[in-house]
């Protein structure tokens, strides 16, 4: 089992693994003005380079809320507070990015004054999640600076974004609520707070002091839930339970080698069967794509008959769009023949059609392998996937794998990226001149299914945890999927 790399502070402090120029001007010396330009930058060149910017959102609507954005961040009196009006979500696309540098990420998290917890956040409600603090973990939060959670969560929508009309980012962002709420007034010094506790209807008030930087990553590691931080520290990770005869497989990428799939996925389910067990679960939550051939190579390991594997990609633009900022993942310009490479490889493998799109043609999917055999190892038995805000692009199209051919019972929530179409493959990032921040800009459409319309919404589950239910299973110190899965199964028994 392969270790996952850890990650940054948070979605917005998020480095993009890219090291700045020795020239680079300090966060604490850059203006508004050089983040707006900046801003305005990234949105041109998503408008040349984005594989299909005006899906979810019109030329002219999108062009009138990035003036809005900007003006509004124009009148914002701290430069660190203006971060919050990033345009990059209007184009409603999970995969797109902008992200600080590295060494501008870590100084705005050694100024900011932190909200003091962290939160769950499920389903409109706001949850604290730590334990041994002035208000009780569990409790719930009913406003914070006299602002509804309704409102907060509004607030921080613009970083909770997904594909198209999906509601379901905050799975991903919640674990970063310090940092994206404290971004919104940087330097509070307190915080006033109401909340109820667990099976009270009390309504409290406490003013909470915001907390420094290494107070505020401590607390955020001593978050009690997600449970399964275990299973989520690896690539691919193996549970089982003698004691009800259940597998369970937790898959947090699709981006590995088919080889090092292959041994994973085969000894889960060589001993499964060894075990004689009567169910697996799958758990996609944490599951950020990669592969799709994968996703079709898991997917093989349930299947009770061949099935169709289809999907191809299609993008507006096979250019570079302002090659001057493109950069490898080190930070290292591209040089011509880089950006040549890219043209070439475009050129060689899409064809453009009528509509204007360029499309992947065969010599882009060869090898693709459309009528999938169940592998010689396949399990027969009763399958059930966990999926959320979290599971996205090659993750999603597991789910869809299994939902289209009835294999397996959804449980959780919508997935992040979309059943018909998200963004994947290749992609760009540019290092944008003033303020060094990084865009990352998928470069092709992935359809799946053969496709032709996108509607913006995911995988929706078969079943979700009801909500009374789902805290009593945290306050319980257990996971709320994994714990409603296993009352399903032991129901049917």
């Known amino acids: 089992m392969k270790k996952l790399l850890t990650y940054g502070a948070g979605a917005i402090l998020a480095c993009a ?15 508004k003005e050089d ?65 600080l540098s590295n060494d501008n990420s870590r100084e705005l998290y050694s100024t900011l004054r932190f909200f003091p917890y962290p939160v769950i956040i499920e389903r409109g409600r706001i949850y604290v999640n730590i334990k041994g603090a002035t208000i009780p973990f569990g409790a719930e939060i009913i406003s914070i600076n006299n602002k509804s959670a309704k409102e907060i969560l509004q607030s921080l929508s613009t970083s909770a974004y997904s594909d198209g009309f999906i509601p379901t980012g905050m799975d991903r962002l919640y674990s970063d609520f310090q940092v994206t709420f404290s971004l919104l007034t940087p330097h509070q010094a307190t915080y006033p707070v109401t909340w109820v506790a667990s099976g009270s209807k009390e309504t409290k008030k406490t003013m909470l002091a915001a907390s420094g930087p290494t107070e505020a990553f401590h607390a955020n590691r001593q978050a009690v839930f997600p449970f399964n931080l275990l299973q989520r520290a690896y690539y691919i990770y193996n549970d089982y339970d003698d004691s009800t005869k259940t597998g369970r497989l937790t898959v947090n990428t699709f981006g590995i080698g ?58 507006r633009n096979i250019e570079v769009a302002y090659p001057e ?17 890219q043209k070439n490889f475009f050129y060689q493998r899409f064809d453009k059609d009528s509509s204007g799109f360029y499309v992947g043609n065969a010599r882009l999917k060869d090898g693709l392998l459309e009528n999938f055999p169940p592998d010689k190892d396949a399990f027969h038995g009763k399958v059930y996937v966990l999926t959320g805000g979290g599971t996205v692009s090659a993750a999603t199209y597991f789910a869809s794998l299994v939902q289209k051919n009835k294999r397996g019972v959804i449980i959780g929530k919508e997935t992040g990226s979309g059943e018909a179409a998200t963004t994947a493959a290749w992609f760009l990032r540019y ?17 799946f299914f053969n496709a032709t319309k996108d509607p913006g919404r995911g995988i929706m589950p078969d079943k979700e945890v009801p909500m009374d239910k789902f805290m009593g299973y945290v306050q319980a110190d257990k996971d709320p999927e994994i714990s409603y899965t296993m009352e399903l199964i032991n129901a049917a028994k």
């Open 431 to 447: 290092l944008l001149p003033r303020t060094k921040c990084v865009l990352t800009v998928p470069l092709s459409e992935l359809y």
């Open 258 to 315: 088919e080889q090092e799939a292959y041994k994973e996925f085969s000894e889960f389910f060589r001993e499964v069967k060894k075990r004689n067990y009567q169910q697996v679960i799958i758990d996609v939550r944490s599951n950020g794509g990669g592969n799709p051939a994968i996703s079709a190579l898991l997917y093989s390991f349930m299947a009770e008959a061949p099935f169709r594997n289809v999907y191809n990609y299609r993008t």
């Open 35 to 99: 983040f707006i330009a900046d801003f305005r930058l990234a949105v041109d060149i998503l408008k040349k380079q984005h594989p299909n910017p005006y899906k979810f959102i019109d030329s002219a609507t999108f062009s009138r809320r990035v003036d809005s954005l900007m003006d509004r961040m124009a009148k914002e009196p701290d430069v660190l507070a203006s971060l919050q009006y990033s345009p990059i979500y209007l184009v409603r696309d999970v995969h797109t990015s902008l992200r």
């Open 325 to 341: 900022y493109t950069v490898a993942e080190n930070g290292r310009r591209l040089s011509d023949e880089d950006i040549q490479g």
């Open 17 to 31: 693994c890219l090291q700045a120029s020795a020239q680079e001007k300090k966060l604490a010396s850059l203006t």
